[in-house]
């Protein structure tokens, strides 16, 4: 068997899984995902080092920002201090006495029990006695047990019962005082005392020391939880040693030792790694993989549309990554001697940049999310207070997402970036006041610094975006403004060649759009759409009533069923001219959906009326559809129709021109033409509202002049004969 043989299914394997949509968006993922690693990772490397103590330092080691640390061998000092003033905590032991007097009870009681019994009496007393001595307190006997065995063997029952109250009197004289574990060895020296000044015998005595002796017990039990707290509040309530280290100041010098302070501080800087840099790549990884797993979910959960379209994903992590790098770049930029200026660069990240470009070309909700994102990463690539840098990336950037919500105009654009410069400064400027570095030099620079970002990031954006618009097929707001030029070809084409269709198509945009942003829409893709939905006239204007001006109507002398052809094929014609002019696919559904399947009513009545045979189809007199997938397009539909009939009404009285717009929006709607939009019942009474107003104003009803005054006004024109009138009046 060859090897070509063994690696060829294998190949073809590979190609077959490479060839999989799922593989394919796995794949670029995975890319993007290795790509942000190897950025943030980077970061850490050059920065960083790992000194031990007593090492002998290569090179001066320099702090990178002004901070404050802990001097933690002062503080760690402090500490013990106030452990050891710490006092222990006892609770009170409310059952020693009486436990202490039952002891000593038991012990005579036992004497006793042993004089009644007539066996071996003496080794039965000897080995009590010796069970009770010396179990807490060692003392010096002066007789063996045998002698204090016949001591009591010959003691009378009074001289047991003085003994046993002379051992409670002293036990209770101890007891009433606090005895802790660590007085007690005093205590039992104290016992021993009092008894040798009683005048008993020296047998009596060295029995009274036993007893009492073992019975003793402390009073107070050490409560080791509440010490342990008590010691950790007082280790609590001090308060660091704080010092102050400035950007630039030498911590470690070359050719010196390094001592556990200055690792110390390098720590608290760091500088110095505490842990091997696998440890770090594995936190860089997972910090990666939660931010990717965090957008993933989101853009699958919210923009299922742009979860599943690879293009859009490879857009987003074209953004992100070209962001992300500009970012990095900056942190490794050194223009100054001074380290709390070049702390400021880390400001310059063009985040305003990404953000716009995601809002223009995608969706400006959207835009917020990755916003918080991007500035997350720029926090995490830049040294000092990492929080600062986010947050002025994402003001930045928000900013910039507010100015490209609805642009109007090119000039929208550059004015943006002056918008995210002047947040930058305000942002950077209210950092630094908190912060520690704050002179004029630093805050002009910061200022400067914040402004910058704002031009830059305006240029980015601009730059760009045609390319991003080109290489994605992405219709922005940018291009939907090209194409509302009237300088455009096919605007052009369609004023001269069917001038009545370009200025219907513009009243249409007119109608359109006033109700637009009411219900949801895009207004500006709306007026686009609208001033393209007839281009498709432009092959028979004549065909088309609006640009009939006096002419015959060529339809008199035809078939209704071809009438129908021609007008219902003005659709596929403006799809092939705007195919021509490579115009967007999203401006290419308004001339294809704006009639959806709708019914040609007119010249299918026609045909009804000279139909005899009943043979006619209605099928052949509807439009080819589709119906229309989205506001945008229902709403050209709409103003479409209500323009038409309101135009073709001889009374244009309000009342009148209400009803014909509630008929029009209501036989569309029961015709089922608006079935795959997400147009609601609400939406539909807000569009009928619009179209009142716009239609009212269009066609309001003139003061008429009074005779005498067009009587003066023909006076005028004929007197001289120039020509020139003055203006009457106004509407």
Known sequence: MKITDIFKPIWHKTLYLLGKPNTKKFLCLLLFFSVTILILFSHFAPKQVMLKPDEVARRNIQSPITAVIIDEKKTKELEEQAASKVQKVYQEDNYALSNTRNSINDFYSNIRDLLNYEEDKKGQLQALLKGSEGKNYHFELQFDYGELANYLLNATPEDLEQMRQASLSIAQELMDKPITDEALESVYKQAEQKIDSLAYSPQAKEIMKIVTIDAIRPNLIFNKEATDKAIQEAVEAVQPVQKTIKAGEIIVREGDRVTEEQISILEQLGIQRTKSYSLTLIGTVLFVFLTFLLTIEFLRRYYREIYEKDMLMLLIGIIFVIVLLIARFLTIIKFSDQPEINALIGYLAPVGAGSMLIAILLDNRLAYFLTTIMAFYVGFLNAGNQLFYAVTAF??????????????????????????????????????????????????????????NGILSAILMIGALPYLETAFSITSMIKLLELSNPNHPLLKKLLLEAPGTY????????????????????????????????????????????????????????????????IISHVREGVELAREARLPQVIIDFIEQHHGTSLAKYFYNRALEEDRDGHVSEESFRYEGPKPKSKEVALVMLADSVEAAVKSLEDTAPEKIRNTVRMIIRDKLNDGQLELCDLTFKDLDVIANHFYKVLEGVYHKRIEYPETIMKELQRRREGDGSGNTEQAGQD
């Open 503 to 566: 200025h219907h198509s513009l009243m249409v945009g007119n109608l359109a759009e006033a109700s637009a942003e009411a219900i949801g829409a895009n207004p500006l893709l709306v007026r686009v759409g609208a001033y393209y939905h007839d281009i498709g006239k432009v092959k028979r204007p004549d065909y088309f009533v609006e640009n009939q001006m006096g002419f015959d109507n060529p339809h008199e002398n035809i078939a209704p069923a071809l009438s129908a052809l021609i």
């Open 395 to 452: 003001v930045g950037g928000t900013v910039g997402i507010f100015q490209v919500y609805r642009v109007n105009q090119t000039s929208d654009l550059a004015r943006s970036g002056l918008y995210i410069g002047l947040a930058n400064i305000i942002t950077i400027i209210t950092f630094l006041f908190i912060g520690e570095n704050l002179t004029i030099n630093v805050v002009a620079v910061g200022a400067l610094i914040g402004a910058v």
